[in-house]
């Protein structure tokens, strides 16, 4: 939740962003995939990976898309947001460092599983 604002992902291929005093729905964004992660609200912007192989930053107000990356596998865990990178986390173990601004590739290292 951030600014009076609760922004949900749905199996459903939906972003929603509901007025968190009436539930009133302020907009909806629809990806390709189910949304199974968590997501990140940071800057005017809401974080989200797909299980379609991408991420999205939408704007916090409007829901329109600012940019989007595709990964190599489907997002399963949810973005965390610190010092203008976005980090997130796909089902093939790898790790993707995005600048929260242009989405773009700053890095991505494999993590291998135990």
């Given at each position: ?72 596998g489907s997002i399963v865990s ?37």
């Amino acid at each position: 939740m951030a600014n009076g604002t609760v922004y949900v992902g749905s199996y459903d291929n939906n972003v929603y962003a509901l007025d968190a005093v009436t539930g009133h729905l302020n907009w909806s964004y629809t990806t390709k995939r189910s949304i199974i992660s968590g997501l990140a609200v940071a800057d005017g912007t809401v974080y989200v990976g797909s299980y379609n192989y991408s991420v999205y930053a939408l704007d916090a107000v409007t829901g329109r898309l600012d940019w989007s990356y595709a990964t190599y596998g489907s997002i399963v865990s949810g973005p965390a947001v610190a010092d203008g990178t976005v980090y997130v986390g796909q089902y093939d173990d790898e790790v993707y460092a995005l600048d929260a601004t242009t989405g773009r590739l700053d890095w991505m290292a494999f993590i291998q599983s135990a």
